[in-house]
């Protein structure tokens, strides 16, 4: 009797083993819907503790998975402990993916879709099932995906804590921005980039990074910008620090605002290693509840 109790207790272990080396795993999630996405989950996910919410935007004629693969968040995901998302844009008629971001990007087909309304169903979708720290949702974004992280901050500041534009601009009229709460703004460009100041697209003028960078500042309230310069190393094909840091310090509420400037440095950086951690370090460091 003792010995069958004692098997039984040793099979009760191992399908505990079992159980738990499953949820220690890092999965990848499907969400239903209109666009399905997938969400990546850290193997330390605990439906019972708050996570930080990522979400990355892709450029142009580009998807979520080629962005990851550019980015790599899904490891810092993981060692850092935060809910991640790379989605896709929608596909026109040539296959080509975009985000209906402003009226200057880069929605050029009719009807237009409206991928605000989309991003912040996702965010809805993902808080619903996931248990979401709703004071740590942030957005990354290049080039086409950078304009739409401007239209979402401008539009949703009540509820994103913080967005990193990479190389995307902002309204060519920027009255039309208005965001209703503080939020922080982190703005990286390469100064070679044809968009670096202010350019067109399809013939209409957008805000490039001089001009968006400075918008912010000033509608966060901030002080004098502050130069740092060769900080960051964040272009593994230019020798050496590269990018100087602009800060702006004094903004409203504890938002920040800050501007990395990266020197000789095109519209696509060839990402150092430390690039996608320094991007978290700037978001984790700027909740909404710091503001």
């Known amino acids: 009797m003792h010995g069958r109790k004692r098997v039984l207790a040793l099979i009760l272990a191992w ?7 499953v949820q220690a795993q890092a999965a990848s999630v499907q969400l239903p819907g209109s666009r399905p996405f997938n969400l990546y989950l850290p193997s330390n996910y605990d439906a019972s503790v708050s996570m ?3 979400i990355a935007l892709h450029g142009f004629n580009q998807s979520g998975s080629e962005f990851e693969n550019y980015l790599k968040l899904e490891p810092l995901a993981q060692s850092r402990g935060f809910l991640y998302v790379a989605l ?3 596909a026109d008629s040539h296959g080509v993916r975009f985000w209906n971001a402003t009226p200057e990007c880069c929605d050029f087909q009719t009807p237009k879709v409206n991928d605000d309304a989309y991003i912040m169903s996702v965010i809805d979708q993902i808080s619903q099932s996931y248990n979401v720290d709703q004071n740590q949702i942030y957005v990354i974004g290049h080039s086409n995906g950078g304009f739409m992280v401007n239209e979402l901050a401008c539009a949703h500041s009540d509820r994103i804590a913080a967005v990193v534009d990479i190389a995307g601009g902002n309204f060519g009229k920027l009255s039309l921005c208005k965001p209703t709460a503080p939020i922080s703004v982190l703005e990286l460009w390469g100064t070679k980039d044809v968009t670096y100041k202010q350019n067109h697209i399809m013939g209409k003028y957008i805000a490039g990074a ?3 960078i400075q918008f912010w500042a000033d509608q966060e309230k901030c002080s004098a910008p502050e130069l740092t310069r060769a900080a960051l190393d964040l272009d593994r094909k230019v020798i050496g620090r590269e990018t100087d840091l602009i800060s702006y310090p004094g903004c409203s509420g504890n938002s920040s605002v800050q501007f990395w400037r990266m020197n000789g ?11 996608s951690a320094d991007l978290i370090d700037f978001l984790f460091a700027h909740p909404k509840s710091a503001q």
């Open 88 to 90: 896709d844009g929608t």
């Open 52 to 54: 930080p919410l990522v």
């Open 210 to 212: 001089l001009t968006s």
């Open 265 to 275: 440095v095109g519209h696509v950086p060839a990402l150092s290693t430390s690039f």
């Open 15 to 21: 399908v505990v083993l079992a159980i738990n080396g």
